[in-house]
């Protein structure tokens, strides 16, 4: 708690600190703890955990950093929090983030940026911004965030922490404030791949309260292979993701770590994955279609913000999404009710899905050539406040690399490999379905 004092007045990760409860939480485990089994205490007892601001908590304010939901106090706790407080983790507050999710930098947040503890001039990535910069800042000893289409892994990478997404439906979504339906995932951001671990061992697993979440068992450590075994691993290089928009100093960073593994004796091949120039633009149909439907709940009736002086309840709703919703949020939604419509649902939407089909298979058949896939996380360096607001296309093209994969609902993740100009990179590894475990594995040997 001193720590945050100390730091987020410059860094602004937090829009809710947990300040008056936790403490009396800690008191009431170490009241426990003397009565404990050493052997027994689980290893999160007692560990405070920052959770990004669109997973809801029970008793704690729940805003997805937009105006529409200030004042919205969840009264129960998605099933990624109720696991982790059953293990003794405390709750530490909540932070910061693009608005719903969208967005890469955090500048979408209604309620003011969070800063890339590197360099406060710049952006912390996005839209977990704030779950990125308290573990990076040592705020917080771990978080939560949510990837949607690279969420976790791109604010990672430009905090020089870790993020892991996982297999979509390997984690429950329950309680997780949906985005796009068929992209969200919850996933750890911590200092170390063994921290990875650690939480995601918690928080997967199936979960009866969310029909998406798949019917797998909760990861455990013991799906990572050894050091050996991982050196007998084939990693494949997609030629798409080393291509000429990529800044050289990541290009280079990400060398040297192929050159190490090269010396540990690990086999590389090229690769491509021919359909990753679509995968964003497909996205950017499927995403926005998804929110347009799942934001039409936020009404001025069932949650937090109800705009005043509406003489009837068309205008109500009108004058409260107007004044409730920020301007990305509302592109996504026009963008989103467009290639929704009639007349346009095949030429948009359904074509968008198509090409997802496409993307799944590029991958599937990268998968049979090698084990792993190594790329960069994002083709940038984080950047300066200001410098892609003004173009989506821009600000869209930080996420081009976490994207497909997000498409494809296969895990990856990312770790830092480097730093480039005093900033950190992130090298992303990419794997099949429900192979979190190989991840883990080449993640130790690299870290
Ligand atoms: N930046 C992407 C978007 O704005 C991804 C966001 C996310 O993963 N939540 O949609």
Same mark, same amino acid.
């Given at each position: 708690?001193?720590?945050?004092?100390? #730091?987020?007045?410059?860094?602004?990760?937090?829009?809710? #600190?947990?300040?008056?409860?936790?403490?009396?939480?800690?008191?009431?485990?170490?009241?426990?703890?003397?009565?404990?089994?050493?052997?027994?205490?689980?290893?999160?007892?007692?560990?405070?955990?920052?959770?990004? &601001?669109?997973? =809801?908590?029970?008793?704690?304010?729940?805003?997805?950093?937009?105006?529409?939901?200030?004042?919205?106090?969840?009264?129960?706790?998605?099933?990624? #929090?109720?696991?982790?407080?059953?293990?003794?983790?405390?709750?530490?507050?909540?932070?910061?983030?693009?608005?719903?999710?969208?967005?890469?930098?955090?500048?979408?947040?209604?309620?003011?940026?969070?800063?890339?503890?590197?360099?406060?001039?710049?952006?912390?990535?996005?839209?977990?911004?704030?779950?990125?910069? =308290?573990?990076?800042?040592?705020?917080?000893?771990?978080?939560?965030?949510?990837?949607?289409?690279?969420?976790? @892994?791109?604010?990672?990478?430009?905090?020089?922490?870790?993020?892991?997404?996982?297999?979509?439906?390997?984690?429950?979504?329950?309680?997780?404030?949906?985005?796009?339906?068929?992209?969200?995932?919850?996933?750890?951001?911590?200092?170390?791949?063994?921290?990875?671990?650690?939480?995601?061992?918690?928080?997967?697993?199936?979960?009866?309260?969310?029909?998406?979440?798949?019917?797998?068992?909760?990861?455990?450590?013991?799906?990572?292979?050894?050091?050996?075994?991982?050196?007998?691993?084939?990693?494949?290089?997609?030629?798409?993701?080393?291509?000429?928009?990529?800044?050289?100093?990541?290009?280079?960073?990400?060398?040297?770590?192929?050159?190490?593994?090269?010396?540990?004796?690990?086999?590389?091949?090229?690769?491509?994955?021919?359909?990753?120039?679509?995968?964003?633009?497909?996205?950017?149909?499927?995403?926005?279609?998804?929110?347009?439907?799942?934001?039409?709940?936020?009404?001025?009736?069932?949650?937090?913000? @109800?705009?005043?002086?509406?003489?009837?309840?068309?205008?109500?709703?009108?004058?409260?999404?107007?004044?409730?919703?920020?301007?990305?949020?509302?592109?996504?939604?026009?963008?989103?009710?467009?290639?929704?419509?009639?007349?346009?649902?095949?030429?948009?939407?359904?074509?968008?899905?198509?090409?997802?089909?496409?993307?799944?298979? &590029?991958?599937?058949?990268?998968?049979?050539?090698? &084990?792993?896939?190594?790329?960069?996380?994002?083709? =940038?360096?984080?950047?300066?406040?200001?410098? @892609?607001?003004?173009?989506?296309?821009?600000?869209?093209?930080?996420?081009?690399?976490?994207?497909?994969?997000?498409?494809?609902?296969?895990?990856?993740?990312?770790?830092?490999?480097?730093?480039?100009?005093?900033?950190? #990179?992130?090298?992303?590894?990419?794997?099949?379905?429900?192979?979190?475990?190989?991840?883990?594995?080449?993640?130790?040997?690299?870290?």
């Amino acid at each position: 708690l001193q720590r945050i004092e100390n #730091v987020d007045p410059y860094l602004h990760a937090f829009l809710f #600190v947990n300040r008056e409860s936790i403490l009396d939480e800690a008191q009431s485990l170490d009241e426990q703890l003397e009565k404990a089994n050493p052997e027994e205490i689980p290893p999160l007892f007692g560990i405070p955990i920052a959770i990004k &601001d669109n997973i =809801c908590t029970q008793n704690i304010p729940t805003t997805c950093a937009s105006k529409i939901l200030e004042g919205f106090i969840p009264p129960y706790d998605a099933t990624v #929090v109720s696991r982790l407080k059953a293990q003794g983790a405390l709750i530490l507050g909540k932070t910061n983030m693009d608005e719903f999710a969208m967005g890469s930098s955090t500048e979408n947040s209604a309620f003011g940026p969070t800063r890339n503890p590197f360099d406060l001039n710049r952006v912390p990535g996005g839209s977990s911004g704030g779950s990125s910069a =308290c573990v990076s800042a040592l705020e917080a000893p771990v978080s939560l965030g949510s990837d949607t289409g690279g969420s976790i @892994r791109q604010p990672a990478a430009f905090c020089g922490v870790v993020g892991l997404r996982p297999t979509y439906g390997r984690v429950s979504r329950f309680g997780l404030v949906s985005f796009a339906s068929s992209l969200d995932q919850i996933g750890p951001i911590t200092r170390t791949v063994k921290d990875c671990v650690t939480i995601f061992e918690v928080i997967s697993g199936k979960d009866e309260k969310d029909s998406t979440c798949a019917p797998y068992p909760a990861f455990q450590a013991q799906e990572i292979p050894s050091r050996e075994e991982v050196k007998k691993l084939k990693v494949g290089l997609p030629r798409e993701y080393f291509s000429e928009g990529v800044d050289s100093e990541i290009i280079e960073s990400i060398q040297n770590t192929i050159d190490f593994l090269e010396k540990e004796g690990i086999k590389l091949v090229e690769v491509s994955l021919p359909h990753t120039v679509y995968a964003l633009e497909a996205y950017y149909i499927v995403a926005p279609s998804e929110a347009s439907s799942n934001l039409a709940r936020y009404d001025g009736v069932l949650y937090g913000f @109800r705009a005043q002086e509406a003489a009837e309840l068309q205008e109500m709703y009108f004058k409260t999404r107007t004044q409730g919703f920020g301007k990305e949020v509302k592109r996504r939604i026009i963008l989103g009710t467009y290639s929704l419509s009639s007349g346009y649902y095949d030429e948009f939407y359904l074509k968008g899905m198509k090409v997802r089909t496409l993307v799944r298979q &590029d991958f599937e058949k990268a998968f049979e050539v090698c &084990d792993l896939l190594l790329t960069p996380v994002s083709p =940038c360096l984080p950047f300066l406040f200001g410098e @892609r607001t003004q173009d989506p296309y821009q600000m869209y093209l930080a996420d081009v690399f976490t994207i497909p994969s997000a498409m494809a609902g296969i895990p990856a993740l990312s770790i830092n490999c480097g730093y480039a100009r005093s900033l950190p #990179v992130g090298l992303q590894i990419i794997g099949r379905p429900f192979q979190e475990g190989l991840l883990f594995g080449l993640g130790l040997l690299i870290e």
